[in-house]
């Protein structure tokens, strides 16, 4: 969850005023994540994001032009202060908010990255691809050569329920994963288990049946919806739209990760036969 937005220095404040320097909108900085990848990471929220979902717990992060102006270079030196703690196989996560709506900032700050032997990873919900977009693909491309990860967060297989539960479509995003397996990026698959709206067996077996095919897919998070967003909605002012909507029983997560688990398992089957 995203931390406060950290003071930046007053030498920060004077690079901004040089007026060429790539700059992304910034919702907050974290030093130490460790449900972000791999690892221990220093993880940059980014602002923005077109996606409306349900269960979202920052909604803060929604506004396109919200957010602190910062330098991939401030980013790295805040990284560099802390880099003991990433040698445990961690590194830089860029979370948000839609960290592919500013693909240019963030290009910047993962070639600022590798320089230093940095860990790159990108989570994502995969909306902002466009397989139509030919300078968005060629941004792409040169993006997912600078990325050792990308953990995709895929709300909904079906195209009607993706609509109701994020205001989106899945299209593109089905399209997104896999692109990232044609560019052979390491791809972990996330999936908030929701209590009568993500949580149904048949609609879990189809993601999995779904992520069977790819080739990169190394792991996937299977996550129980909670209620700990409510709260920040009312300080906002915002509606709740899942108010009343119990906690998923984390028990019970165990049989739901197993159905997309058979629905992997028939895919690389059917594969295995071709």
């Known amino acids: 969850m995203p931390s406060g937005i950290p003071a930046p220095s007053r030498g920060f404040q004077n690079r901004r005023k040089c007026g060429n320097l790539m700059q992304g909108r910034i919702h907050s900085l974290e030093s130490f994540g460790t449900v972000d990848g791999p690892g221990t990471r220093f993880v940059v929220f980014v602002q923005g994001c077109p996606m409306r979902c349900a269960y979202c717990h920052n909604p803060d992060t929604w506004d396109m032009n919200g957010g602190t102006l910062m330098e991939p270079s401030y980013i790295i030196e805040q990284y560099e202060k802390n880099k003991a703690f990433y040698a445990n196989g961690g590194g830089l996560t860029v979370t948000g908010g839609e960290p592919l ?31 139509n977009n030919t300078p968005l693909l060629l941004k792409l491309d040169k993006l997912m050569a600078l990325t050792d990860l990308v953990m995709l967060d895929i709300k909904h297989i079906d195209p009607e329920k993706h609509r109701e539960l994020t205001q989106q479509p899945n299209e593109n995003i089905l399209k997104f994963a896999a692109y990232l397996d044609e560019k052979h990026v390491d791809m972990w698959i996330r999936h908030v288990v929701v209590p009568g709206i993500t949580d149904d067996e048949k609609y879990l077996f189809d993601l999995g049946y779904f992520i069977g095919q790819f080739h990169n897919l ?7 919806y909670h209620t700990m967003g409510e709260k920040k909605y009312e300080s906002l002012g915002m509606e709740y739209k899942l108010k009343g909507v119990p906690p998923m029983d984390k028990d019970k997560l165990i049989e739901k990760k197993k159905a997309i688990l058979n629905g992997i398992k028939k895919r690389r089957e059917e594969i295995s036969l071709n």
């Open 101 to 131: 709506m500013q693909v240019d900032f963030v290009t910047e700050l993962f070639t600022l990255a590798k320089e230093k032997g940095i860990h790159t990873c990108i989570d994502s919900s995969g909306i902002a691809f466009n397989s």
């Open 218 to 224: 190394k792991a996937l998070d299977v996550l129980p």
